[in-house]
Nanobody
Framework: QAQFVESGGGLVQPGGSLRLSCEAS????????MNWYRQAPGKERELVAR????????TYADSVKGRFIISRDNAKNTVDLQMDNLKPEDTAVYFC???????WGQGTQVTVSS
């Protein structure tokens, strides 16, 4: 059964950076595309970034393009999200998820505030 443990969130000032990490287990990680989602208070969960199973193609929401970078390490079963030039509107709980699998992790809170 797929499991995801997200980490790396915290409180950061506008313009700052954070690096989120997701450790996956319970499935063959290297066969699945991986996604990062986020959910802000009172809003629907939205897709932030996706990376293919081999890591050769990435896609981003327009709101984070040029500021976030998704990457993965298939040897370690991890997928990371480097977030730079953070804005208050990036405040949310961030989740990773395998494309096509139903399970979600607990998420990690990111708060961007001065």
């Amino acid at each position: 059964q797929a499991q995801f443990v997200e980490s790396g969130g915290g409180l950061v000032q506008p313009g700052g950076s954070l690096r989120l990490s997701c450790e996956a287990s319970g499935f063959t990680f290297s066969l699945y595309a991986m996604n990062w989602y986020r959910q802000a208070p009172g809003k629907e969960r939205e897709l932030v970034a996706r990376i293919t199973s081999t890591g050769d193609t990435t896609t981003y929401a327009d709101s984070v393009k040029g500021r976030f970078i998704i990457s993965r390490d298939n040897a370690k079963n991890t997928v990371d999200l480097q977030m730079d030039n953070l804005k208050p509107e990036d405040t949310a709980v961030y989740f990773c998820k395998a494309l096509g699998l139903p399970r979600w992790g607990q998420g990690t809170q990111v708060t961007v505030s001065s």
